[in-house]
């Protein structure tokens, strides 16, 4: 069984700045790229920013300039520093690990994490 885990949200002033960790565990083979979701009220759950195991990263529109995703893949951890927060930054931030393969499985399949809150006050 694989889990994904995250840490490092909170509440935060306009204009600071959020670092979010995620870590992947359990019998892991491979992962094919790891990242990062958001759901605010009442919206769909949107993309964020993910990161190929080859490391090309793609952004929301909406975050570009001001979030950066990396990961280590050996550790099978996603990061996201986001700065320059905004109001509408808050959300719950779901980390997501695609096409994980485990050693006991052929095929892969996506995982998620529980979500962590993110509140950005004006």
């Known amino acids: 069984q694989v889990q994904l885990v995250e840490s490092g949200g909170g509440l935060v002033q306009a204009g600071g700045s959020l670092r979010l960790s995620c870590a992947a565990s359990g019998s892991i083979f491979s992962i094919n790229a790891m990242g990062w979701y958001r759901q605010a009220p009442g919206k769909q759950r949107e993309l964020v920013a993910v990161?190929?195991?080859?490391?090309?990263?793609n952004y929301a529109d909406s975050v570009k300039d001001r979030f950066t995703v990396s990961a280590v893949y050996g550790k099978n951890t996603v990061y996201l520093q986001m700065n320059s927060l905004k109001p509408e930054d808050s959300a719950v931030y779901y980390c997501?690990?695609?096409?994980?393969?485990?050693?006991?499985?052929?095929?892969?399949?996506?995982?998620w994490g529980q979500g962590t809150q993110v509140t950005v006050s004006s």
């Open positions: 997501y690990a695609e096409n994980v393969i485990t050693t006991t499985t052929m095929w892969g399949r996506p995982y």
């Open positions: 990161i190929t195991s080859g490391g090309s990263a």
